[in-house]
């Protein structure tokens, strides 16, 4: 889907890392327990970190050694014990439907035969995830129309099309209450901006060669061109305002067992994962992270 909210696994010390896997397992885990084996092919970085944002202050996670279709003969570490890791794997779901949704929209037929597969595979999940979380799918589907009828007029300002998809983003905060549902919400919303602008830039060739709509190529109306260094400038300038609101909420939030985590996420992931799609080196950029 995106994959792009990560941490920067050089500056994580060993048992950071280990939990962070361990996270990632546990979500693995919990998509493939609530919505089927098909579930599992959704599973993204970007949703283990909101596993871990959404986590209660004062619960630990359980740790249990198990394995997996991915390791039937190692044993890893999973996580499990917070309601979190249950939202993230329904919201998963149903951003992921949406997603590709938005893919055969975009690719037409022949292009999208594996988008159409994808589809049908996780159709009974994303139908029980829609049930089990109603308002959100709906508040999704309203984004993604939004989406849509931006890209059809060709809209060319690249602040209007991200602000339809950072308001996805913000909806996952729905279930909190009070400041932290405010907090959560301007949090999740400059992160679903950031991600939504680093999509724009990583798939613009991809896009151009394709003939597809792309909001970075409308919004410096390249006309075949590369992005010139005063566009990266930039763009490199709005990522990082968005990066810092987002940081600057996390720090209001009470602290819970993933918080140096989240901090080198949102602090030297996201600065990682920008310099990187900017270079044009993300594609190519070995992190170590699980696959």
């Known amino acids: 889907m995106f994959g792009y909210i990560r941490p920067a696994r050089g500056e994580l010390r060993v048992k950071e890392f280990e939990l962070y896997k361990s996270c990632y397992c546990g979500l693995c885990r919990t998509l493939g327990k609530l919505y089927g084996p098909a579930a599992r092919m959704v599973l993204q970085y970007d949703f283990t970190f909101l596993a871990m944002l959404l986590w209660e202050g004062g619960k630990k996670p359980v740790l249990c050694a198990k394995r997996c279709m991915a390791s039937p003969c190692k044993k890893h570490c999973e996580a499990s014990g917070d309601d979190s890791m249950a939202a993230a794997a329904g919201y ?3 951003l992921a439907w ?9 690719e037409g037929f022949f292009r999208s035969v594996f988008a159409r597969g994808a589809k049908l595979w996780i159709r009974r999940a994303y139908r029980k995830a829609a049930k089990q979380y109603p308002e959100f799918d709906a508040r999704v589907r309203e984004s993604m129309n939004e989406l849509f009828h931006l890209e059809k007029v060709g809209e060319n300002r690249l602040d209007r099309m991200a602000d339809a998809f950072a ?9 909190r209450s009070g400041d932290e549902k405010r907090i959560l919400e301007q949090l999740l919303y400059h992160v679903g901006r950031w991600i939504y602008i680093v999509d724009a830039v990583d798939d613009l060739e991809k896009d151009r060669k394709n003939g597809q709509y792309n909001p970075v190529d409308r ?11 005063e566009d990266k400038a930039y763009l490199e300038i709005t990522l990082a305002h968005s ?3 987002a940081a600057a909420a996390f720090e209001l939030l009470k602290e819970n067992c993933w918080s140096e985590i989240l901090r080198n ?27």
């Open 167 to 175: 308001k996805i983003l913000a909806y996952c905060a729905e279930s």
């Open 219 to 229: 919004r410096f109306a390249l006309n075949g061109k590369s992005l010139s260094e």
């Open 92 to 94: 998963s779901v149903i």
């Open 98 to 106: 949406w997603k590709i949704c938005d893919t055969i929209h975009d």
């Open 243 to 245: 990066q810092n609101l």
């Open 265 to 291: 996420i949102l602090y030297l992931g996201m600065t990682q994962v920008s310099g990187q799609v900017l270079s044009g080196t993300f594609r190519h950029e070995r992190d170590g992270l699980p696959r």
